[in-house]
């Protein structure tokens, strides 16, 4: 059996870089809410994003417990916000008997800072790909929802530098 991979963190702290060095690591299928929305809708649903990610969300945690019980790893790359949002994971993994790993990848402010105007120059040019511009109101809705997780709930701390 497989196992999962959660990785845990605010948009732009570096998930997507670190999920693939876990991926070469770990030889391990990548699930990434924003390539499935980009893939799928080019990152057009507009007001009804949180809905649909959610509905994503809820379709790849499926496929992540079916790929490990087939006998391959996953790297879930979503961010997992909440206590609430991993408690939840956890459980339902828990629940189809599948290992899994949480990772947290921590940031300083001012690398976070500089991550995002690199995104967003990105984004801008043209060359984004699956990225979205963040702007205030998405930075405010980072900065007002995203938990720290503790370090019970986490199995391996990243601290991205």
Known sequence: M?????????????KSYYAQTLKEKYNAVILSTDETTYDLINNEQGEFYNVFAERVNL??????????????????????????NR???S??????????EWHYVDVSDEVWMKN?????RKVQEGN?????????????KVKT??????????????CNK
């Not at 497989?2 to 570096?14: E, N, P, Y």
């Not at 790849?60 to 997992?80: H, P, Q």
């Not at 459980?91 to 899994?100: M, P, R, S």
């Open 59 to 84: 379709y790849l945690r499926k496929k992540a417990a079916e790929i490990c019980r087939a006998g391959a790893n996953v790297i879930l790359d979503w961010g997992f916000w909440t206590k609430n």
């Open 87 to 89: 408690r939840e994971m």
């Open 2 to 14: 497989g196992k999962v991979f959660l990785i845990c963190g605010k948009i732009c702290s570096g």
């Open 91 to 100: 459980d339902y993994l828990k629940g189809y008997g599948v290992e899994f």
């Open 145 to 158: 929802l995203f938990e720290i997780p503790d370090k019970e709930e986490i199995d391996v701390w990243y």
């Open 128 to 140: 984004g790909g699956s990225d979205f511009y963040v702007d205030d109101g998405l930075l405010n």
């Open 116 to 120: 995002i105007d690199a995104r967003n």
